[in-house]
C-alpha cells in the first residue's frame, strides 16, 4: 500500500455516474470507461433509473491496477458532458 492511497491494488472499484436516461449517456460513459480499463468484464456495469424515469445512475466497478488508473478515469468522467455527477 502506498502512503497516498488508502487502497491496496489491483482492487474492484465501484465508481456511479449519473446522467440524463438516454442511450447516449450510457453507451458514452462505457466507452470512456473501456478507454482507462480495456478489460471491462460483463456485468461490471448496473444501471437504475430514477422515480420518474429522468435520470439514470450507472454504477461501473473495475478492477483498478493503480490510482493514476482511477485519477485518469475520474478526470474523464468529469470531463463528459453528458454526465451530471460522478462518485
Given at each position: 500500500m502506498?502512503?497516498?492511497?488508502?487502497?491496496?491494488?489491483?482492487c474492484d472499484f465501484p465508481i456511479k455516474i449519473m446522467g440524463d436516461n438516454s442511450t447516449e449517456?450510457?453507451?458514452e460513459i462505457i466507452r470512456?470507461?473501456?478507454?482507462?480499463v480495456p478489460d471491462l468484464g460483463e456485468g461490471a456495469v448496473r444501471q437504475n433509473q430514477s422515480a420518474k424515469?429522468?435520470?439514470?445512475?450507472?454504477t461501473v466497478t473495475i478492477?483498478?491496477?493503480?490510482k493514476a488508473q482511477l485519477d485518469n478515469l475520474y478526470r474523464a468522467l468529469s470531463a463528459?458532458?453528458?454526465a451530471k455527477m460522478v462518485l
Open positions: 502506498s502512503k497516498d492511497s488508502l487502497l491496496e491494488f489491483p449517456f450510457e453507451t470512456i470507461v473501456r478507454q482507462h424515469g429522468n435520470y439514470l445512475a450507472l478492477r483498478a491496477q493503480s463528459c458532458e453528458l
